[in-house]
């Protein structure tokens, strides 16, 4: 709570920051906020306490460092999202409301055909709410235990290059299809989340943002998430070996 404390004003001056008008997507119902939040590699705003928290103790106990931190994503969710984003296909569209957008992150479409790619080697994903919010307000959700199912899928196109030629698979197809087995066989959860509380997620995780479904409330129309997810020390090459 002290790190919140710390965060959220600052977070709140991210958003209402000219600079990042561009970042208020889907006709005003979501502030992407990526690499808003002005913190430093320990996770610390401008006058407050680098960020502890059981999550981070969690990761320790697995055996692995804490990576530095990069300036973490704020993500804002008002109430009626999703609206459609600019750009954003009738498909895409139909997925974002019907699928909650459910991707895993760090897999990102490039091109015309927007083929996949694993470009941001994350290590965990760590969201830290900063404000409360009604359990219906677009809270994560996630497929549980869908990194199993991930995994299963993109580890043999791993195995079959040597790890710095990892960046450069085409993932696309196994992703789809691992999306669709999870789709089919993983139950999907929400998990709302106040201050205080943390939010740990595998990176290999099939997770997104739920509709808002909250009463209207003038007191409690967004809801607001600090998002860190650094990469790997050694980039890719651990990505895909962890359980």
Known sequence: MAWVDAARPVAEAAVADPANAHWLQC???????????????HGAVPGGAPLEAPALDLW?????????LHRAQVSVTYCGYPRPRAGESEGAWRYRLNRDAAHV????????????????PHAFI???PLNPAHPDAAPLVVWEASHHVVARH???LFDAH??????DIDLTDAYHAARKE????CARVPVPAGPGECLLLHHLCLHGVAPWTAPDDPAQDARMIAYFRPEWPDGAASWITPG
Do not use: I, Q, S, Y
Not at 27 to 41: I, M, R
Not at 162 to 167: K, L, M, T, Y
């Open 162 to 167: 040597p790890p710095e030629d990892w960046p």
């Open 105 to 120: 992150d760090g897999l990102l479409p490039e091109g015309p055909d927007r083929r996949r790619k694993l470009r941001e």
């Open 154 to 156: 993109l580890r043999p």
């Open 126 to 128: 760590l969201g830290l």
């Open 182 to 185: 999870a789709f089919a066989t």
């Open 27 to 41: 006709e005003g119902t979501w502030f992407v906020g990526v690499d808003a939040l002005p913190n430093d590699t």
């Open 60 to 68: 320790r106990a697995m055996g692995h460092a804490v990576p530095p």
